[in-house]
Structure formats: C-alpha cells, structure tokens
C-alpha cells in the first residue's frame, strides 16, 4: 500500500518561512504525481490551495507556494500570518488503482 | 459558482448499508473530464480518498474498500451517491464530496462534510 508522509508538526514565527514536504513511498514525487495542497482548520472542510505542483487557485494568498524540492512535493509559507495555524494536506496522483493518496498532514503552529 | 453538498444519516449501526448523496451545483458531470470524488476523514485522522466518478462513467474506488463501495451519478438531478456495505465503527468519520476539475487531477471545490457515526 502506497503511503504519503509529511512532516507530523511545525512551528513557525508570525512573519516568518516554513516549508512543508509531501514524500511518496514508492519513489521521488515529480510533476506528474499533480501535487495538490490543501488547508484544514478545526472544524472545517479541507481548502484547496495548490493543484499541479505549483500552481495556485484564484484564492489562494500569494504567500503560499508550491515546488519540488529533494524528490519531494513541498508547500512553502512565506511571511506567516496567524491565520495560517492549520493542519496541512498534500495529495499525490498516482493514475492507477490507487488513484489518489493523501499525505499524512502538518500541523502548522504560528508562535 | 461551484457547491457540493452532502446528504445522509448520521448514525448507522454495524453491518448496515451506508448511503450518502452529494448534490452539486455549478458545473454538470456531463462534461468531458470532470469527476466527483469521496473522501473521508476519521475523527483527529487524516484524509482519506475513497471513490471518483468521471463524466463518462468511469469509476474507481480505494482498492481496500472497493468491495464495500459503489459509486453511481444522476446526471440530471446533478447527484452522486456512494454506498458502503458492511458498516463497522472503525468507518465513523466525515465524509466529503468533492469536485475533480477536468483541468488536472485534484479537487478544487468540496462540501462542508457529513459526520457518519457507526455505532450499535
């Protein structure tokens, strides 16, 4: 069974960068794995933020980015604002039966 | 503008059926590459991807569950609806529907969830 890990918590500055990782266990994530990212917060449905590695939707905040980094999938936060405490979610596709997985989530603390 | 909705009990007892209806407006999933997906999320649990229905009826499943699910649309009442069989306490979650844009693999737009609990 294919598994998606990210990291299970970070802590970050008001104002400051972090840079959370989506890795699949059957190898290097790359574009064709269509990295999503999504933002959960208590009590909420998930919001998408990322689809197709890096590109972003209509509302999502600039500071938010999406790459490649080190065989990795990865959602950087630049200038963190309070709001963005959340638990994080990267999605991989993988085409086959296994279509869709889900990484294991980053909660994201602004202190 | 894109909304999903999710409709069904809230409590089932083991062993039963689960039936769920999304029903969307905004987009018709009679057009070419567009898909609505399940997904669901054990309570403080991750997310999990469950089924997807295409435009053209194509349909695939978490190939651990897929002798559970089924996943069937109503093009024209812009429905789909998901059954599980064989309920058991360990699938009390939050189910969500969600939209598959035709542009890329992914879900854009997702319901607010429905609580499932599966309990005696």
């Known amino acids: ?111 | 503008q894109i909304t999903l909705k999710e409709s069904g009990p809230t409590l089932v007892k083991p062993t039963q059926t689960l039936t769920l209806t999304c029903t969307f407006s905004g987009f018709s999933l009679s057009t070419s590459g567009v898909g609505v997906g399940w997904i669901r999320q054990p309570p403080g649990k991750a997310l999990e991807w469950l089924a997807l229905i295409y435009w053209d009826d194509d349909k695939r499943y978490r190939p651990s569950l897929k002798s559970r699910l089924t996943i069937t649309k109503d093009t024209s009442k812009n429905q789909v609806v998901l059954t599980m069989t064989n309920m058991d306490p360990v699938d009390t979650a939050t189910y969500y529907c969600a939209h598959d844009s035709s542009e890329y693999p992914g879900f854009d737009f997702w319901g607010q969830g429905t609580l499932v609990t599966v309990s005696s």
Not at chain 1, 45 to 64: Q, V
């Open chain 1, 1 to 111: 069974q294919t598994v998606v890990t990210q990291e299970p918590s970070l802590t970050v500055s008001p104002g400051g960068t972090v840079t959370l990782t989506c890795a699949s266990s059957t190898g290097a994530v790359t574009s064709a794995y269509y990295p999503n990212w999504f933002q959960q917060k208590p009590g909420q449905a998930p919001r998408a933020l990322i689809y197709s590695t890096f590109n972003k939707h209509s509302w999502t905040p600039a500071r938010f980015s999406g790459s490649l980094l080190g065989g990795k999938a990865a959602l950087t936060l630049s200038g963190v604002q309070p709001e963005d405490e959340a638990e994080y979610y990267c999605l991989l596709y993988y085409g086959g039966p296994q279509l869709f997985v889900f990484g294991t989530g980053t909660k994201v603390t602004v202190l």
